[in-house]
């Protein structure tokens, strides 16, 4: 059995508690703006009567305001965008900012830190938790509880943030908190030093036990949300090692020598192999699985301003801990032995 890194304990993973899901605005966070319907504006649909009383917002987030209960007219709530208005009538609107406006906002959130100083951040992120900003996920990512944590990391590209993970992979991630950390570690990334080691469960048999996967990577023609492996994509390797095989699936740990969106779960499926829960790249629910069956269970990095070699490992959540003892019949750890 592998001995933990010096040092370095293992953290379980949490759920991430926010504060608010989405922060309630308050009474300094947005304008109310009223006015009286004239003759231009009379049987006019409410939508459209609200561009023209606030043209800086779009019409969708208008729309969206009438939805969320923040438009009334002669004082009582108006719901339905395409209402008719009639000439002498009052609309109020509460502009509240639009989501996108929340992204990079602080939002203090529980956070499973393995190692912090002035320089470096190591985390334990959950499952479910989204990394960066992005449509539909404006506000409670890990950035905004960076951003709160960590306040100076504003003044940082992405707030420090250098990889991500995907929102249900789970693991240990790292997170410069100076621009000088920060320029190392994506430098360390590009020259590939840093060692990224991941468990997977996935469908089928996994077979040679261990093979490497050296296939480029790019966005699927067919399917724009997804990666494939395609002709002119960006060079991708993955090493893939079979720990154990049982109930018609793979337990597997993967070596990144790349960094590519979606790269394990695109090597995998391309060797007819998605990962356990991974809908997106077709594979189903199984072992008690309901999200894709990835854990980033190791991380070996040189620190950005000491220099001293470091490595993590992180426990990996109860619902991936007992899937993959089913498969092993042992606790989810990255073994170098294997």
């Known amino acids: 059995m592998d001995a933990d890194p010096p040092g370095v304990a293992l953290t379980p993973p949490a759920p991430a508690v926010f504060d608010d899901d989405e922060p309630a ?8 703006r009223r006015d009286i319907v004239g003759r231009d504006l009379h049987a006019q649909r409410l939508d459209r009567a609200l561009v023209a009383l606030a043209p800086e917002f779009s019409r969708n987030h208008l729309q969206s305001l009438i939805e969320r209960g923040r438009v009334r007219v002669d004082g009582k709530l108006a719901d339905v965008s395409s209402r008719r208005l009639r000439i002498g009538q009052q609309i109020e609107v509460e502009l509240v900012p639009t989501e996108e406006s929340l992204a990079f906002r602080p939002q203090a959130m529980s956070l499973q830190v393995m190692h912090e100083d002035e320089h470096l951040l190591v985390l334990n992120k959950p499952a ?3 990394v ?3 449509p539909g996920h404006w506000s409670g990512t ?3 509880g960076l951003l709160a944590h960590h306040p100076a990391s504003a003044s940082l590209p992405r707030a420090g943030i250098v990889h991500r993970l995907d929102k249900d992979t789970s693991g240990v991630m790292m997170v410069g908190k100076t621009l000088p950390a920060v ?3 994506v430098r360390e990334i590009a020259a590939r030093s840093v ?3 991941y468990l997977a469960l996935v469908h089928g048999h996994v077979t ?13 023609p067919a399917v724009r949300v997804r990666m494939a492996v395609v002709a002119g994509g960006k060079p991708a390797r993955t090493d893939v090692q079979l720990v154990a095989h049982g109930l018609a699936c793979s337990a597997v740990q993967c070596t990144l020598h790349t ?4 790269q394990i779960r695109v090597h995998l499926t391309h060797r007819g192999h998605p990962l356990v829960g991974d809908a997106v790249y077709g594979g189903k629910p199984a072992l008690g699985l309901s999200r894709h069956g990835l854990h980033a269970a190791r991380l070996e990095l040189s620190h950005p301003v000491t220099h001293q070699r470091l490595v993590f490992q992180a426990i990996a959540p109860d619902d991936f801990e007992t899937a993959w003892q089913a498969v092993c019949g042992r606790p989810a750890r990255w073994r170098a032995d294997e």
Do not use: K, M, W
Not at 25 to 32: G, H, I, K, Q, R
Not at 209 to 219: M, S, V, W
Not at 259 to 262: C, E, L, Q, S, V
């Open 183 to 185: 320029t190392a570690l």
């Open 259 to 262: 960094g590519r969106t979606h």
């Open 25 to 32: 605005a308050d009474a300094a966070s947005f304008e109310t």
């Open 142 to 144: 890990l950035l905004n």
């Open 132 to 134: 960066h900003p992005a």
């Open 208 to 220: 040679p036990p261990d093979q490497q996967i050296d296939a480029p990577i790019g966005r699927d």
């Open 195 to 197: 060692r990224r080691n």
């Open 128 to 130: 479910g938790l989204v």
